[in-house]
């Protein structure tokens, strides 16, 4: 008569266990949610004219190179410079416990997900509305603009005033902050210096939330470390461009070499000299079928017959691009100085093609394969880029070497290369470039083909990529990567070499907590930094 008692008592205990495991597991999701949610109702406290985004941050886990994606907690689109101020301030004053970080973002051009910052926050810098572009005239012209304003846009406000920036980018849908915190390099380069050596002014945010205007003269160490930073020391918010004269023409031109030797020797004669041409560059081109026929579609054969007649199949090719910029009342002058200057150079004559375009359809000439490649669906795939700085005196050895074992059969996409004068740099800036007077920029510019196993597939790719960075390190050749991309600070110390005390220094000086570009994985959040 005992056991329905006890059996009762049973079920009670049970009853009560159960309840108590039910409530401590409550207890864990609401402390463990209350854990998550806590991060972006900071966020919302904040008193913005701009807006946090916590939904669609998809975009932002994106960029370019197509090979990583890590999604943000926010994303925070600004309407001033204090948005970006506040933001940077709060995530700071919460300390080295927060795990908050914050990356800019301007057109998403980045190749290894540096512009993203994993459940932190991505400033989308193209919402930044500042001041509108403003261009002065003086003896010493400039364009005051936002960091988030694409270089396109500059293009065409500027060119209002027969005005331009000196230095380019080869594609012009860039951001100036995105570009300024790199380098900014093209075919003006030899002459002007890269995109860096042009700015006369910054405003800065730095890891600390402040707002700083730098200059050469005004807090000049957070202006060089800024430029060519790598986004570590501040969000570029404004920038003072330097201006000139723009022309209205400009004289378009490619010859081809099937000799590295004599390309590489007429491209140093080029920029060493009182050069005609305004613009130097060159790419490699591996059997391809057809080259020249493909070139008509923008360029004149000066002679059609030989043109017709040159094969280019299973070679490997150099050719010289080169842009004389000139006014149409100018035109004679500029044939005979054009003229002149391809007379002493050493390419196959059958190869000479010209073009007359206008100086935004040459400035912008890359966004007319960008508008084809998007209408077949060829833009948004991997992009797994590499960009090298080789010094002079390496260049043959590289090219044997990668031209003539690595790269054989085919390349997936360009493979720009061209030289750049060392003078035209300043070494104050945090631009890590090799020793010598005069480097070359090589850049294999791939696209792989997403479900592809084959050669023009990402390992494939990633492969050959591999191969060439074994050989420089193998060869001694003191290569510095362009765009560079690290996994660890060891490789990150090799990469500045002797720069990266000064480099550390001044992280520790402006981003102390590590908050602002983690995407780069040269410092994690609260870990020192020597």
Excluded at 91 to 103: K, Q, Y
Excluded at 270 to 294: A, C, K, M, P, Q
Aim: proline share 5%; charged share 20%; net charge neutral.
């Amino acid at each position: 008569m005992k056991y329905p008692a006890v059996i009762f008592l049973v079920q009670n205990n049970m009853f009560f266990i159960r309840s108590l495991t039910i409530l401590f597991l409550s207890c864990i999701t609401v402390k463990l949610n209350l854990c998550f949610s806590s991060i972006p109702y900071s966020l919302k406290t904040l008193n913005l004219e701009g807006h946090f985004n916590f939904g669609e941050v998809h975009h932002a886990a994106r960029d370019f190179g197509n090979r990583y994606q890590f999604l943000p907690s926010a994303v925070l689109h600004p309407k001033s410079v204090s948005d970006i101020a506040t933001t940077i301030k709060h995530i700071w004053e919460m300390g080295p416990h927060s795990e908050l970080t914050v990356a800019a973002r301007g057109h998403g051009h980045s190749l290894q997900g540096q512009a993203q910052s994993h459940r932190g926050v991505v400033i989308n810098m193209e919402s930044l509305q500042g001041p509108k572009m403003q261009v002065n005239t003086g003896n010493f012209p400039y364009v005051d603009v936002s960091g988030g304003e694409l270089w396109i846009n500059i293009l065409r406000e500027t060119l209002k005033y027969g005005l331009a920036p000196k230095s380019w980018t080869d594609y012009l849908h860039l951001t100036v902050g995105g570009t300024l915190s790199n380098a900014g390099i093209s075919g003006q380069a030899f002459r002007h210096g890269p995109q860096i050596s042009n700015v006369h002014q910054l405003e800065v945010v730095t890891g600390k939330g402040e707002i700083i205007s730098c200059s050469k003269k005004q807090n000049s160490e957070l202006f060089h470390s800024v430029l060519g930073g790598l986004g570590q020391f501040g969000v570029v918010t404004r920038a003072k461009i330097s201006l000139e004269p723009a022309p209205e023409k400009v004289k378009w031109i490619r010859v081809l070499y099937d000799d590295f030797a004599t390309f590489s020797r007429d491209q140093l004669h080029l920029i060493s000299t009182e050069s005609t041409f305004d613009y130097i560059e060159g790419f490699v081109i591996v059997n391809r079928t057809g080259l020249l026929n493909n070139w008509r579609s923008s360029f004149n054969p000066q002679d059609p017959v030989q043109a017709s007649q040159f094969k280019s199949d299973g070679k490997t090719l150099f050719c010289l691009e080169l842009a004389k910029y000139f006014n149409p009342d100018k035109n004679e002058r500029a044939n005979l100085e054009v003229e002149n200057s391809l007379s002493v150079l050493s390419y196959i004559p059958s190869t000479l093609f010209l073009s007359e375009v206008s100086y935004i359809q040459f400035l912008d000439r890359v966004h007319v394969s960008e508008v084809k490649l998007r209408s077949k669906g060829l833009w948004e795939v991997p992009h797994p880029w590499l960009n090298l700085l080789i010094p002079r005196s390496k260049i043959h050895n590289f090219a044997e070497e990668v031209f003539g074992n690595i790269l054989m059969d085919t390349s997936n996409g360009p493979i720009l290369i061209y030289p750049v004068n060392r003078s035209k740099w300043d070494n104050r800036t945090s631009a890590v470039i090799p020793e010598e007077d005069i480097f070359y920029l090589v850049a294999f510019l791939s696209s792989a083909v997403p479900t592809s196993t084959g050669t023009d597939g990402l390992e494939h790719i990633l492969t050959q990529n591999k191969r060439i960075l074994e050989y420089c390190e193998t060869a001694r050749l003191g290569v510095k990567q362009y765009l560079p991309h690290y996994t660890t600070q060891e490789e990150w110390r090799a990469h500045f070499g002797p720069q990266w005390e000064v480099f550390a220094q001044r992280k520790s000086t402006y981003d102390p907590l590590a908050i602002l570009a983690p995407g780069q994985r040269i410092f994690q959040k609260a870990i020192p930094f020597s």
